[in-house]
């Protein structure tokens, strides 16, 4: 059986936007990259339901997101002056797409018109700093919803984990906040399927928090721990996070370690590190399990290749299978 990949990438050097692979789900060897979308830097992708895609998008000089239809004809894009987001998610049930802007400290809304465009619905702005040198103002990193279907963002900036009510409409009302560590810088957090608990990734401080989530939008921590090996000592900034669709096994990525770091998720939801499966690339900034989780897909910003793990569905671990398939700039990696 095959399934398509879809990969959202920078363009600064040879992509030209969106592209999509076969994934054949018994090798697990990726096949026939082809262009999709031409978009400037779609970073990030989100699908609705009914194929429809929403990415990271930019036009002139502004920017913001962009809209697809399910065959990919562009549908339009919703930008204004300064950076683009770095974070698109859609909200089924309400006809919402959220968005996270990093450089501007902002959450965003968008509401879904009939022929699946955009149009802003609403905005929060984050204010506020951290100790750390990447954190002089505001950076919203993540905007997606709790399994209750509030709305919950990471602000890298600030370390905080913010919580909105969202109307059917698009306005956001402020629910609560959550203080992780002075300059962990928060960026993005997992939920597990049947236990009240998060797993927030922070990048600047290669930690995953273990919070406790109430079910209204409050978190407690549980626990704290490293997403290296002591005996790393240079540089590194942790990026994506994910969790096994049984609730076992989390996985999160080492930029400059450039691995896969896997946690055994124990019976109070706190951690225990496995290992560390080296991601043979540059800057892994995204993986993804496949959709029957037999798989992961880790993607390089800076080397271009995109590595397959088989995952054992017992214990966890990963083993390579490749590291040569080549998409450019890679920085997302999803499926519909």
């Known amino acids: 059986m095959t399934e398509t990949v879809y990969f959202g990438t920078y363009t600064r050097r040879q992509s030209e936007g969106v592209y999509k692979a076969q994934f054949d789900t018994e090798t697990g ?3 026939d990259l082809r262009l999709v979308a031409k978009e400037a830097s779609p970073t990030y992708l989100a699908f609705a339901e009914n194929g429809q895609l929403y990415t990271v998008g930019a036009q002139a000089d502004e920017g913001g ?10 549908l339009n894009h919703v930008v204004e002056e300064g950076a683009p987001l770095c974070y698109v998610a859609v909200d089924e049930e309400r006809g919402l797409v959220y968005g996270a802007n990093y450089h501007k400290g902002q959450v965003l809304v968008y509401k879904r018109q009939a022929d699946g465009s955009l149009t802003l619905a609403d905005k929060a702005q984050h204010e506020g700093n951290g100790p750390h040198e990447n954190q002089a103002s505001a950076h919203v990193h993540y905007t997606d919803l709790t399994p209750d ?15 909105y009510d969202v109307a059917d409409s698009g306005k956001l009302t402020k629910l609560a906040s959550y203080k992780a560590a002075p300059g962990a810088g928060a960026r993005h957090i997992v939920f597990h399927p049947t236990q009240k608990i998060a797993y927030l990734m922070c ?15 409050e978190f407690e921590h549980l626990q704290t721990i490293s997403t290296l090996p002591d005996s790393h000592t240079g540089f590194n900034g942790t990026a994506a996070i994910r969790i096994s669709n049984d609730g076992k096994f989390l996985y999160g990525s080492n930029r400059g370690h450039d691995s896969i770091v896997v946690y055994k998720i124990l019976q109070d939801g706190s951690l225990e590190v ?20 037999k798989h992961l897909i880790a993607v390089h910003q800076d080397s271009d290749n995109a590595t ?3 995952r054992d569905p017992e214990t966890g671990k990963l083993t390579e299978l490749s590291h040569d398939f080549i998409v450019p700039e890679a920085v997302c990696v999803t499926f519909f």
Do not use: H, M, W
Not at 65 to 74: L, Q, S
Not at 203 to 217: A, C, K, P, Q
């Open 29 to 31: 060897q990726l096949s």
């Open 65 to 74: 997101v962009a809209a697809f239809d399910a065959d990919f004809t562009p």
């Open 308 to 310: 397959v793990f088989e």
């Open 149 to 163: 279907k509030y709305l919950v963002t990471c602000d890298l900036g600030t370390d905080e984990v913010t919580t």
């Open 203 to 217: 990048e600047l401080n290669s930690t995953v928090e273990v919070l406790i989530y109430d079910g209204r939008g």
């Open 274 to 293: 496995l290992e560390y499966a080296p991601t043979n690339g540059k800057n892994p900034r995204d993986f993804n399990l496949t959709p029957d989780n």
